[in-house]
């Protein structure tokens, strides 16, 4: 029997959200990348990457993110998901 290969292939629809609410919830807390790099622990490019949809980042990565924002994980992932 053949075994079959499958990819993951990140949703991208759902990326581009994610990417979009970051940086308007930094931009809107008048926060500039190396604020929120500083508050959440990670690099300056790293935010970069992510801002600019260049990155699929990790539930743990996405929570230090959010709680650099100030908001709960769970109200962060349902704004982006009534955004996508």
């Given at each position: 029997m053949a075994k079959t290969t499958e990819h993951y292939q990140p949703n991208k629809t759902l990326l581009a959200s994610l990417a979009k609410e970051i940086k308007a919830l930094r931009q809107k807390r008048k926060l500039t990348v190396e604020d929120l790099a500083e508050k959440s622990g990670l690099h300056s490019k790293y935010i970069q990457t992510i801002e600019r949809n260049h990155r699929n980042i990790s539930i743990s990565v996405f929570i230090q993110i959010a709680?650099?924002?100030?908001?709960?994980?769970?109200?962060?992932?349902?704004?982006?998901?009534?955004?996508?």
């Open positions: 709680d650099a924002l100030g908001i709960p994980a769970p109200r962060l992932l349902n704004r982006v998901m009534r955004n996508r």
